[in-house]
Structures are given as C-alpha cells and as structure tokens.
C-alpha cells in the first residue's frame, strides 16, 4: 500500500520558513507527479502545488507563488517544500499526495503535518 509521511511543520512566526518533507515508499515515486495539498481549520483542501515526475514542471497556487518551492529527490524518494515569507493564513495540514490526472488532483495523500503561523 502507498505510504506517505510529512514531517517538518511546526510553529513559526510571520515572516519565517519552514521545509516540510514527505517520505514515500512502496510504490515507484519517480514514475510518479507529486503536490502539496493543505486543509486550514474549518476549511476544505486546497492544493498548494505540483511537481512533474522528472522535476521538470512546477506549479503554484497564486497565493504561494514567489515564497514556496516545491522539489523532489528522486534518488531518495522524498518531496519536499520549501516555505519562505510565510503568513498566519498559511496556517494549515499539510499533506503530500500522489498525483492522479491533473496536478490538482490525487489518489492517496499522507496524514498531514501542522503548520501554524502565529506571533
């Protein structure tokens, strides 16, 4: 079965960064697209972003674009992304998910890991 695990979220204040890593295993990572998906309190899922099987081929929600980088290591099957400039309305779960069709959407995602932007 698909196995997906963040790690690195925790508590930051506005202005700060944060690198969230998913570690994935039992299937094959390189064949597959990647995102971030995050679920804020009382909200539903927004995607966040995607990454392309080679890396190639990046793409951004609006409100994240200039101060997120999404990346991956194939060699070591793991996404990453890289949260800089960060808000109190990033605020949220973030989940890696494995891409299913468009960037946007997916068949599994991990358990998430909190990010909380707060002074």
Request: aromatic share 10%; net charge positive; glycine share 12%.
């Amino acid at each position: 079965e698909v196995h997906l695990v963040e790690s690195g979220g925790g508590l930051v204040q506005p202005g700060g960064s944060l690198r969230l890593s998913c570690a994935a295993s039992e299937f094959t990572f390189s064949s597959y697209a990647m995102s971030w998906v995050r679920q804020a309190p009382g909200k539903g899922v927004e995607w966040v972003s995607g990454i392309t099987q080679g890396g190639g081929i990046t793409r951004y929600i609006d409100s994240v674009k200039g101060r997120f980088t999404i990346s991956r290591d194939n060699a070591n099957n793991t996404l990453y992304l890289q949260m800089n400039s960060l808000k109190p309305e990033d605020t949220a779960v973030y989940y890696c998910a494995r891409v299913r069709g468009t960037l946007a959407t997916y068949d599994y995602r991990g358990q998430g890991t909190q990010v909380t932007v707060s002074s």
